[in-house]
């Protein structure tokens, strides 16, 4: 620094007293433009650390994966493997997200998951619930409805119109949401084998996934529908949106006992046969038996994070009633309450419910169906009572009553459409 009165600012042109001089011979620069340079940097920084933050959540605030597992636990019954992979996979992708921009030249790319596991064990309660703890933008798409482009059906980029509906259309917001694409095992490839017409609902939208699962710039229709040239679209960035993918995959098990035979051959065969589970197939599902069953190589690769549930067994479904946040038992609970009736369950009648929900193999949203039958008219006549006992409770009588009185009422509608 020094006093160069006849010197002229590189920057604003104007003479000044104070210049700061540079490595290059009569070039200098004023203390003002130094000042308006720290500030626009500054300004910058705060803009891209707020282009970042996904609600105000900030990476020294972003729930660590055992905190993540603790909260599912409060409304997911057992899963701890599926919630354990669930849990690692979202922090680092959210870590990914609010990554601060460096040139270390470290890039950190998209994991998105896929579960499988038989209907009723939790895939969409999980998704539901990571979402619910993060509060970020949530949707739930079935991909049975999707089709490929220019056919009857939805377009694969019309799943992002809920993610905006449930952002209120607020696009930076969407583009770092969640969306749970449940049924991916109907998109299946129907054959191996080359057929004259076109496989439009399995591998046609195998491919229109690859896109928005590996991170594109995508055209959405603001309301939905099909699209047409003079639409305006908006351009949804899926690079920061996880993807979690979950289907039943009914058959799977086939692929895999057809697989782990082909494995175990040679002197240890017998040890080796002894050592797998046949009742729980699931557990050694691997991306050759997805291949196997339909689904494409390219979108098995951008599905790297693939895990199981397991089937749910009596004590399980036990839990379920009960334990969680969410339990169905406490949902009746607190609806009578607020009529100011006190209601209990007799343990017994648990039991009978979780025996009936496992002979009909409908996992626990079948629980959800049989406690609606027994407690319909208890929900229609406590309300409107005027009985001085505020206390009611049901009993495995009662429950076995209701349950049985609905599937006469099936069989008598099964018989009348024979």
């Not at 729980?280 to 069953?293: G, M, R, T």
């Amino acid at each position: 620094m020094g006093n160069k009165k006849q010197e002229k600012c590189a920057f604003c042109g104007r003479e000044m007293k104070e210049l700061f001089s540079s490595e290059i011979p009569g070039v200098y620069i004023c203390h003002e433009c130094v000042e308006a340079g720290h500030r626009i940097i500054k300004e910058n920084q705060i803009k891209q650390q707020k282009e970042c933050n996904i609600e105000g959540l900030e990476l020294a605030t972003l729930p660590k994966p055992a905190d993540i597992k603790a909260f599912l636990d409060q409304y997911v019954i057992g899963q701890d493997e599926a919630k354990r992979y669930l849990s690692v996979a979202v922090y680092n992708h959210y870590k990914r997200v609010l990554q601060p921009k460096d040139d270390n030249g470290v890039e950190i790319e998209k994991s998105n998951i896929l579960l499988v596991g038989s209907t009723g064990t939790g895939k969409t309660l999980l998704a539901r619930t990571i979402a619910k703890l993060l509060k970020v933008p949530f949707a739930i798409v079935d991909a049975t409805a999707l089709t490929e482009a220019g056919y009857v059906g939805e377009d694969v980029e019309s799943l992002l119109v809920r993610l905006l509906q449930d952002a209120d259309y607020d696009l930076q917001k969407a583009q770092r949401g969640i969306v749970f694409i449940d049924e991916m095992d109907k998109i299946a490839r129907k054959s191996e084998n080359p057929s004259i017409t076109r496989d439009v609902s399995g591998e046609g939208v195998q491919q229109g996934l690859l896109k928005l699962l590996e991170g594109s710039v995508v055209n959405v229709p603001p309301q939905g529908g099909r699209k047409h040239p003079e639409q305006e679209f908006i351009h949804v960035d899926t690079r920061n949106i996880l993807f979690i993918c979950g289907g039943a995959f009914d058959g799977i098990e086939r692929k895999i006992a057809q697989r782990m035979n082909t494995q175990v051959v040679g002197f240890d065969a017998q040890k080796k046969a002894q050592t797998i589970d046949k009742n729980n197939l699931l557990q050694y599902v691997a991306p050759q038996d997805l291949k196997s069953f339909g689904l494409i190589p390219e979108i098995i690769g951008r599905l790297p994070i693939l895990t199981y549930l397991r089937p749910l067994d009596k004590q399980a479904l036990r839990n379920i009633l009960t334990e969680p946040n969410n339990a169905i038992t406490k949902q009746y609970q607190k609806l009578l309450e607020m009529d100011g009736f006190q209601l209990t369950f007799a343990p017994d009648m648990l039991d009978y419910v979780v025996d009936k929900a496992l002979e009909y193999k409908l996992g626990a949203r079948g629980l959800r169906g049989l406690m609606e039958t027994v407690m319909m008219d208890v929900m229609f006549d406590l309300p409107s009572s005027k009985t001085r006992k505020k206390t009611f409770e049901v009993t495995k009588d009662y429950a076995a009553q209701r349950i049985e009185k609905a599937d006469l009422y099936a069989l008598a509608a099964q018989q009348q459409e024979r």
